[in-house]
């Protein structure tokens, strides 16, 4: 059996330190990346959740990040990102599932996103995880691409979870 086969790596509150490291991978991630101070705000937004996922035994790799947003019945997924050594690890799911745990811990009702067309991967994933394309938002990005707009809708009966 190989040693150290596999890292795990956990979530935790993005922090001031943090912002740097984010700021490069943002940059290898979009392409209209966001820029330092926005993700600086983010830290500060009382309905902002900003976390990080790093390797348990040092804490020091970042493999990805996400930011979402919990306001009355909605969760509003912003940034998703997983670092280009660290795709096909599942990462981007993990996070995602996160945010959707906490989601339904706190009643929320829908979870929205806003993907490029473009971006074949993350479509797939956020449909595999049971999104579904509820509009087209034209020009969104700076560039002029079309979003996809996603929801996951969470108003289930009592008990009954999500499951992928």
Request: proline share 4%; net charge negative; with cysteine.
């Amino acid at each position: 059996m190989l040693e150290n086969q596999e890292e795990t790596f956990s979530l935790r509150p993005a922090t001031e330190d943090d912002i740097s490291i984010i700021v490069e991978m943002e940059k290898r991630a979009h392409k209209a990346p966001w820029a330092e101070g926005h993700f600086r705000e983010e830290l500060e937004k009382p309905y902002a959740n900003f976390l990080v996922l790093t390797d348990d035994p040092t804490d020091s790799k970042i493999a990805g990040y996400i930011i979402y947003w919990l306001m009355f019945d909605e969760c509003q997924i912003l940034d998703v990102v997983v670092d280009l050594p660290y795709r096909g690890m599942g990462f981007g799911q993990k996070m995602i599932r996160h945010a959707v745990d906490t989601a339904i811990k706190k009643g929320i009702r829908k979870i929205l996103l806003e993907v490029r067309k473009s971006n074949l991967p993350a479509v797939q994933l956020y449909q595999k995880m049971k999104f579904v394309i509820i509009h087209v938002r034209k020009a969104f990005y700076s560039d002029g691409e079309d979003a996809y707009q996603m929801a996951l809708y969470l108003d289930l009966p009592a008990g009954e979870n999500v499951d992928f």
